[in-house]
């Protein structure tokens, strides 16, 4: 049984450019969510999603961050005109539907450096 | 909101006992939870107290007390590998929120 799949491991892009990151949930898993860590600090939420809906996303920045999971297909956090300050880890975590107590899954994260 | 407290950084020896405690603010929350990260690794699910009171399982146990609001991870046999940042958290019973996370104690583990 795949854990969640995260990719690109690692992604680098020049200021102003856009960055996608993809997540796959585990099989079975409705729930996903995304966490922004920058070095030496804990994971921060950024955005919690099923499909077709985003239930919570009060840890986004409000401007030229997005994200989506649609119907088919993998999560896709959206992260436009991308500037120094985005340059983290980001992770995505999975859990099953109905269990609010459920233990995260997490992926091996994307490390998005912008130069 | 919720916020936890953790101690930045512990080391202990090979073979040794050490606790990491958490202690939080929130309203009524499900339960507290341990994850443990590896450099460059994935955060992974360690254990869970819904419940006051101690969990065991192997050579980590956790425990919590909502009266104190305060938690710790106990690791026991301490071994090299199990140098890492261990993060504690917790999920609000108010509606669809996310779990946690306070920012993490770094263990290292030394001979």
């Known amino acids: 049984n795949a854990g969640v799949m995260q990719n690109p491991r690692h992604l680098v892009r020049r200021r102003g450019q856009e960055a996608r990151l993809r997540c796959s949930p585990m099989k079975g898993h409705s729930h996903v969510y995304w966490y922004r860590q920058l070095p030496e600090e804990g994971l921060k939420f950024m955005v919690y999603l099923q499909k077709e809906n985003i239930i919570d996303e009060s840890g986004m920045p409000k401007e030229r961050f997005s994200a989506e999971f649609p119907k088919e297909g993998p999560s896709i956090l959206r992260i436009q005109q991308v500037v120094r300050g985005d340059s983290a880890a980001y992770f995505c975590a999975s859990s099953p539907p109905g269990r609010s107590n459920s233990p995260l899954h997490f992926g091996n994260g994307t490390r998005l450096t912008v130069t | 909101g919720q916020s936890l407290e953790q101690p930045s950084e512990v080391t202990a020896v090979e073979g040794a006992i050490v606790q990491i405690n958490c202690t939080y603010q929130?309203?009524?929350?499900?339960?507290l939870s341990w994850y443990q990260q590896h450099d460059g690794g994935a955060p992974t699910f360690l254990s869970y107290n819904a419940l006051d009171g101690l969990e065991e399982t192997g050579r980590f146990s956790s425990f919590l007390s909502r009266s104190d609001s305060y938690g710790y991870l106990l690791l026991q046999e301490l071994q090299m590998k199990d140098s890492a940042s261990y993060f504690c958290?917790?999920?609000?019973?108010?509606?669809?929120?996310?779990?946690?996370f306070g920012k993490g104690t770094r263990l290292s583990v030394i001979a």
């Open positions: 958290a917790v999920r609000s019973y108010s509606g669809n929120t996310p779990l946690v």
């Open positions: 929130t309203s009524g929350f499900y339960g």
